[in-house]
């Protein structure tokens, strides 16, 4: 007869009752209807949660850049998002000029499509952005704790305003919402005054040339991250000049392409351990650690029984949302005797439709059927996992969950 086990993370006693024919259930709508569930009453504290503070998340080559500073966060403190970029020449032997004319640099504009961002409204940012000194290289990997060599600074820029939404007037045109950043003139005047050179005669001799650009920004306000697309057409830097005899000439370098590229975040957040909550927070802030306890127990009870489904769920807290709004997917991944994380086999097999993490009605469920039956049949496996924020290097939520919440229910059949 089939059995049904749910175990809160505190010792406490969950009545739930299941409809035979509920076809998300493996195995149980085959069963006739007088083989029902029963009701099994759990003594076990089968759940310990934590919260582990992240050391660092792979920030190569990110799909979104982030940039800002939140610092009113009532739980979680101040954190920061910079990045570090390449440019890439529009073609190679670039050469803007001829040897009759005399070129002169009108203004440097670092233009930054928004893809989004998170904190409060009406922000804005004092940005700084400096030159690099020390190359970067997109066949490398980096982490969010990467340290950037800088030298001269090209710009200082105070209450920068940002603002996703407006259209911005461009030479007599209305572009897509963008940050536009005015850099010194001299980047631009050493840039012309290598046209023709072997400096711009491809992206390996540019990209040495110039090494690129690492901005940060902080704010006296309640702060925010923005989100930028270094895809978008209206990311570039350009550079716009006159010559003796043409006015109003430009030339652009894009983020895209081969261009290196790495968020580099700063958490400040000092979590103190909660009876009530654990957190993710992405940025490499924090992750949530579950430890699956009485293992002795659980393999002696399961050891003639097959297990048909395994899920575990967390609950969102979500009494703080509408400034700071939860990850829309989490993972779940094991850890094994080395600290190493990897991604789940149910996950892996099964796919992300049925394994789940997706943030529906308040919850965040996970199918860890095949995870459970390793735990109880393989020495190697450890009995920890980790929730984890998904796109936690190219977004900035943070999510609340109640531990009294957390369910672990496992179906089985008595063999």
Avoid: W
């Avoid at 085959?30 to 582990?52: E, G, I, R, Y």
């Avoid at 370098?253 to 103190?272: E, P, V, Y």
Wanted: proline share 2%; with cysteine.
């Amino acid at each position: 007869m089939k059995k049904y086990i749910s175990a809160f993370y505190i010792c406490a006693t969950f009545l739930l009752i299941f409809s035979c024919t509920d076809p998300n259930l493996i195995g149980l709508e085959v069963q006739p209807p007088s083989d029902a569930l029963s009701v099994v009453k759990t003594t076990l504290n089968t759940l310990k949660l934590s919260t582990l503070s992240e050391d660092s998340l792979r920030s190569d080559e990110p799909s979104v850049l982030l940039l800002g500073n939140l610092n009113n966060d009532f739980i979680f403190g101040e954190s920061l998002a910079a990045f570090a970029t390449q440019f890439q020449l529009p073609y190679n032997n670039l050469n803007v000029g001829s040897y009759n004319d005399s070129l002169t640099v009108d203004s440097v504009i670092l233009s930054l499509s928004y893809s989004g961002k998170y904190g409060a409204n009406g922000e804005m940012l004092d940005i700084t952005i400096n030159e690099i000194s020390e190359s970067i290289y997109k066949d490398s990997t980096y982490y969010s704790n990467y340290s950037v060599i800088c030298s001269n600074q090209l710009a200082s820029l105070n209450n920068v305003i940002i603002n996703p939404e407006d259209s911005v007037l461009v030479g007599g045109e209305m572009k897509a919402p963008h940050l536009r950043l005015n850099l010194d003139n001299s980047l631009g005047e050493r840039i012309l005054n290598a046209s023709g050179t072997i400096d711009l005669e491809n992206n390996s001799q540019f990209v040495e040339f110039f090494k690129g650009v690492y901005l940060t920004a902080t704010t006296s306000q309640n702060g925010t991250i923005v989100y930028f697309n270094p895809y978008a057409v209206n990311t570039k830097l350009s550079v716009y000049y006159h010559s003796t005899n043409v006015d109003s000439l430009s030339v652009d370098f894009s983020l895209s392409g081969d261009a290196a590229r790495i968020n580099i975040f700063n958490d400040k957040s000092l979590l103190f351990e909660d009876t009530a909550f654990t957190y993710v927070q992405s940025m490499a802030g924090h992750k949530t650690v579950i430890e699956v306890k009485n293992l002795d127990t659980l393999k002696t009870f399961f050891k003639r029984k097959a297990i048909n489904r395994v899920n575990v769920s967390f609950e969102l807290n979500d009494s703080d949302t509408a400034d700071y709004s939860p990850h829309g997917r989490m993972y779940l991944v094991r850890v094994d005797n080395e600290g190493k994380d990897y991604f789940l086999s149910d996950y892996i097999i099964e796919g992300e439709d049925q394994f789940g993490g997706r943030l529906e009605n308040g919850k965040y469920t996970f199918n860890i059927t095949r995870y459970f039956f390793q735990l109880l049949n393989n020495d190697e496996y450890t009995n920890k996992l980790y929730l984890v924020a998904s796109g936690g290097a190219i977004n900035a939520k943070r999510t609340i969950f109640l531990k009294n919440k957390v369910k672990f229910n496992i179906i089985y059949t008595n063999l």
